[in-house]
């Protein structure tokens, strides 16, 4: 018996051992599929895609999903997951502004998308938003507004030399502004900050960037009020199912499979308002 027992306490700590040195990747979470269902379909996209030269052999690897992107970075940085892979913009702002990160490789995993989300009782508004970011596209607004709050968002660091300004005053001054109109009825949207800096709330908690530029045109357009609210990833669909949000900014639409991954039944999705096909993978630089 004796024998017995201590066999299986060798052969649990093998296994705790073996479980240990798995590989594991870190993702924002998904609402509609398991980290691994979500991670394979991506690597038999890679399959056909193919991927840039930076490397990395994800064959053994397991997925996590987190449901923000902070948790993801203490994660990483605890070593918990080796890498994190995130949309390309994503992965370029965070090494823009931290010596935390080093690339590891890039994937294309077919175009993507993000769009809103409303329940399936306002596609009055839907249809309205719709119309405004068709126009936004045709008249090349959203392809300015990338431009200038996510191609050349931050600045360099020669800016605050140039214009003798701290981080704190110079987000103050990029924050964006939104119109007023009286009487005008309040669309409630949700943001999470989790994709900066598209879905970006800045250190002082107010949401800035490319999201918040694209709402505050939309409410011009549609002669609204645009009222902000903040949540996490994986507590979007039910900010609009609980009426805490109207419209949920952002859902992630993939042409990897004709499935809607991030996108539960009971939402509607709007037009995309941006469109990408890489993923970057970053690495804790122990240096």
């Given amino acids: 018996m004796?024998?017995?027992?201590?066999?299986?306490?060798?052969?649990?700590?093998l296994s705790g051992a073996a479980f240990a040195d798995d590989d594991y990747v870190g993702m924002l979470t998904r609402l509609r599929t398991s980290p691994d269902e979500f991670f394979n379909l991506m690597r038999n996209t890679w399959?056909?895609?193919?991927w840039a030269i930076l490397g990395g052999d994800h064959t053994t690897s397991k997925a996590r999903f987190y449901d923000s992107l902070s948790q993801m970075q203490m994660a990483l940085s605890r070593g918990d997951i080796d890498e994190m892979i995130l949309p390309d913009f994503v992965a370029e702002y965070l090494?823009?502004?931290?010596?935390?990160?080093?690339?590891?490789?890039?994937s294309n995993s077919g175009q993507m998308t993000l769009c809103f989300g409303f329940m399936k009782n306002r596609q009055h508004l839907l249809a309205r938003w719709n119309s405004a970011i068709i126009s936004m596209r045709n008249d090349f607004t959203l392809s300015g507004l990338f431009q200038k709050y996510v191609k050349n968002f931050p600045p360099d660091e020669t800016y605050d030399a140039i214009y003798g300004i701290n981080k704190r005053q110079r987000e103050k001054a990029n924050r964006v502004k939104f119109e007023s109109f009286a009487g005008a009825p309040v669309v409630k949207v949700a943001v999470t900050g989790d994709l900066p800096p598209v879905d970006f709330v800045d250190e002082a908690g107010y949401a800035a960037g490319y999201s918040t530029a694209v709402l505050a045109e939309i409410?011009?357009?549609?002669?609204?009020n645009i009222e902000i609210i903040q949540v996490d990833t994986a507590s979007r669909t039910a900010a609009i199912v609980s009426g805490k949000a109207d419209v949920v900014f952002w859902y992630e639409v993939s042409k990897m499979t004709d499935k809607y991954l991030d996108v539960p039944e009971e939402v509607l999705i709007s037009e995309p308002y941006l469109e990408w096909n890489t993923f970057m993978h970053l690495k804790f630089d122990e240096d």
């Fill in 2 to 13: 004796k024998k017995l027992f201590f066999a299986l306490m060798i052969a649990a700590m």
């Fill in 47 to 50: 399959a056909t895609q193919g």
């Fill in 219 to 224: 409410g011009r357009r549609l002669q609204i």
């Fill in 95 to 106: 090494l823009k502004t931290s010596k935390n990160y080093t690339p590891c490789c890039i």
